[in-house]
T-cell receptor
Framework: NAGVTQTPKFRILKIGQSMTLQCTQD?????MYWYRQDPGMGLKLIYY???????DKGEVPNGYNVSRSTTEDFPLRLELAAPSQTSVYFC???????????FGDGTRLSIL | EDQVTQSPEALRLQEGESSSLNCSYT??????LFWYRQDPGKGPEFLFT???AGEEKEKERLKATLTKKESFLHITAPKPEDSATYLC????????????FGTGTQLKVEL
């Protein structure tokens, strides 16, 4: 099994550009999460989903959008990239309540 | 306010020198405390879940313990391959299925 797969691994954007970070899991997990990790700041929750068609905001949702049309995919959209969105983005998934989260290897995004 | 605090921020050990990492939490209604290991350029990798005070879990040189206010990750006779960032996270009543993470402890084990 591939687990949680994130693409791309690295990306450089210009201010104002848009892009979609892809996340796919092959474990048939219901719950999926997007985090950002800044140096010395820990992981902050951006958005999460409890199943296809259901999404909700986390701690730091501003500037991002998500959709969940299938169980497998949970893309994260940046509409107008800003330097403050330079970060490492992680996607995670779990099967059910109180299960440990499985993480992808992240997308490193720089906005210049 | 910080709900999960990890200390120290960084720790340098000699190979074989045992030590402990701390994770203190202020949430009420703890439903699980999770320890993860994160290597550079990788996503966090699950180590342990603890649910109630007094619980302990072990894996190789690592042992995690839990009290009502904090958790410790004890590392016995560490090796260089134990070098990583160790993250703890909590799930609590009112937080749904979301995790709140600490900022991590960077561990370096030298020969």
């Amino acid at each position: 099994n591939a687990g949680v797969t994130q693409t791309p691994k690295f990306r450089i954007l210009k201010i104002g550009q848009s892009m979609t970070l892809q996340c796919t899991q092959d474990m048939n997990h219901n719950y999926m999460y997007w985090y950002r990790q800044d140096p010395g700041m820990g992981l902050k929750l951006i958005y999460y989903s409890v199943g296809a068609g259901i999404t909700d905001k986390g701690e730091v949702p501003n500037g991002y959008n998500v959709s969940r049309s299938t169980t497998e995919d949970f893309p994260l959209r940046l509409e107008l990239a800003a330097p403050s969105q330079t970060s490492v983005y992680f996607c995670a998934s779990i099967q059910g309540v109180n299960q440990p989260q499985h993480f992808g290897d992240g997308t490193r995004l720089s906005i210049l | 306010e910080d709900q999960v605090t990890q200390s120290p921020e960084a720790l340098r050990l000699q190979e074989g020198e045992s030590s402990s990492l701390n994770c203190s939490y202020t949430v009420s209604g703890l439903r699980g405390l999770f320890w993860y290991r994160q290597d550079p350029g990788k996503g966090p990798e699950f180590l342990f879940t603890l649910y109630s005070a007094g619980e302990e879990k072990e894996k190789e040189r690592l042992k995690a313990t839990l009290t009502k206010k904090e958790s410790f990750l004890h590392i016995t006779a560490p090796k260089p391959e134990d070098s990583a960032t160790y993250l703890c996270a909590v799930r609590y009543t009112g937080g749904g299925n979301k995790l709140t993470f600490g900022t991590g402890t960077q561990l370096k084990v030298e020969l």
